[in-house]
């Protein structure tokens, strides 16, 4: 059986009792029929206590379904596919421990948001051959290396400058690199981005597109393409 749920239009955080059909009702439903039930869910869902493989899709980087497999169509606890690649990631058990201090590194990594969601971030680590360290800021993950990584499972970005956060330094550095154009990477209140990211465009005349990461330091970072 499988089933197509219905959210809410409009609702600002999925919850599963505001699905329809309920999945807890309609698994104790048809169970008796056959416990091969599989259950579209909104992929940002958290919190889900049902039984089953939790299979997050990518859609060209973009995360876009969550599936639940229940009864012998489960295989694992946790699943990522990606698309166009093909490419499927499960859970083993794999964990990553956290520096506790940002580090000289070269490379910059963010990972593809199914893979965030699902939490399979020992499980991408080893499939690269253990080459990322994983940092923790204000609840958000950032992965740190150095060696670039040409990879569908992540995007590498090369850091040119770790700054204090200081706009005064930022603008200097931004100048000095040729830069023109700045994609704000932080924590900020979506009113407030363009304003935040004209501040440091301003005057910019160069050609070069910087990610401009926000952290306990202000890192500089041009993606790899």
């Not at 579209?40 to 995360?63: N, Q």
């Not at 050609?207 to 330091?217: A, N, P």
Request: with cysteine; hydrophobic share 40%; aromatic share 8%.
């Amino acid at each position: 059986i499988f089933c197509d749920t219905e959210r809410p239009v409009g609702e600002g955080r999925r919850t599963l009792e505001t699905i329809k059909p309920n999945p807890v009702q309609l698994i104790a439903t048809y169970s008796p029929i056959t416990p091969k039930i599989a259950i579209e869910l909104p992929p940002f869902l958290r919190d889900i206590p049902i039984a089953g493989e939790k299979e997050y899709l990518s859609v060209h980087g973009a995360l876009n379904r969550l599936t639940l497999y229940c009864g012998s169509l489960a295989k694992v606890e946790k699943s990522v596919v990606l698309l166009p690649e093909n490419i499927r990631l499960e859970s083993s058990g794999k964990t990553m421990n956290p520096v506790k201090e940002l580090k000289s590194w070269k490379y910059l990594y963010t990972l593809n948001p199914a893979i965030v969601q699902a939490d399979l971030f020992g499980e991408v680590n080893e499939s690269l051959g253990g080459k990322l360290e994983l940092y923790v800021h204000e609840k958000k993950y950032y992965f740190f290396g150095n060696k670039p990584i040409l990879s569908p499972l992540v995007q590498t970005y090369k850091i040119l400058a770790m700054l204090p956060n200081d706009s005064v330094l930022i603008k200097k550095e931004l100048l000095k690199l040729g830069v023109g154009k700045v994609i704000l990477r932080q924590k900020i209140a979506p009113q407030d981005y363009w304003g935040e990211r004209k501040k440091y465009e301003e005057g910019l005349k160069g050609d070069k597109t910087i990610h401009l990461f926000v952290l306990e330091k202000c890192i500089l970072a041009e993606e790899i393409k």
